[in-house]
């Protein structure tokens, strides 16, 4: 088995290929289950609608390299994406917004198959704070601060009504959160040194419409 090189850990890695890296360890994991043994680069970027130079560029990353004439071993190649991606290891978070959004991610059993582990969730409605979703217990936003600290929480999740977002996002940097999900439909503004990925649901949304709309007009 190759080794899996730990040039990786220092080696900065473009945006767009960890954006790949899932899709890329979804389908592995598909042929793990299926049993297959080796596959190519080629193959792989034939059921994925990429080009093969970017697949192997991409899979580097990883510290893994195929074999002449037989490709990437399927296994190996499982355990060193899981280990790239962090999957093999559990990230507890803080969500903020227990509504229908943030109750819909709580249960989402995807997150634990990728090491994201939501513990508690946080609001200000008096009618959600007490309750559990899921098993995670919900409580008032108050009480985020000490918790993070006890629990040495970095990741938030902020999944509130966009008035809200931004003066949750400050408490939260506030309280030593390093990163934060957001899926406010609004930018928000932190510190440098503080990580924010967004993920605004109505953009995506648009861009389908719009494309549909343009197919029907084709």
Do not use: C
């Not at 991409?58 to 490709?71: A, F």
């Not at 999900?181 to 419409?209: G, K, M, R, S």
């Amino acid at each position: 088995m190759n080794a899996i090189s730990t040039d990786r850990i220092v080696q900065p890695v473009p945006e767009p290929t960890v954006r790949r890296m899932p899709s890329y360890l979804n389908l592995l994991r598909e042929m793990l289950r299926r049993e297959e043994q080796f596959v190519s680069a080629p193959a792989i970027a034939k059921l994925l609608h990429l080009d093969p130079t970017q697949v192997v560029k991409d899979l580097s990353y990883t510290g893994i390299s195929g074999k002449p004439r037989v490709g990437y071993m399927v296994s190996e190649l499982v355990l060193a994406l899981e280990d790239f991606l962090g999957y093999n290891r559990t990230h507890e978070a803080f969500l903020v917004g227990a509504g229908y959004l943030g109750s819909a991610l709580i249960q989402y059993q995807g997150f634990r198959e990728s090491g994201l582990k939501i513990v508690a969730a946080f609001d200000i409605d008096k009618r959600k704070v007490g309750s559990e979703i899921a098993g995670v217990p919900v409580f008032h936003l108050e009480k985020f601060r000490d918790l993070a600290s006890r629990l040495h929480i970095s990741i938030g999740i902020l999944t509130t009504p966009a008035p809200a977002a931004q003066s949750v996002a400050d408490l939260m940097v506030g309280w030593g959160i390093k990163a934060i999900w957001n899926f406010a439909p609004v930018p928000l503004i932190v510190p440098e040194h503080v990580i924010v990925q967004d993920t605004h649901i109505y953009a995506n949304l648009a861009v389908i419409l719009n494309k549909l709309k343009q197919a029907k007009a084709v």
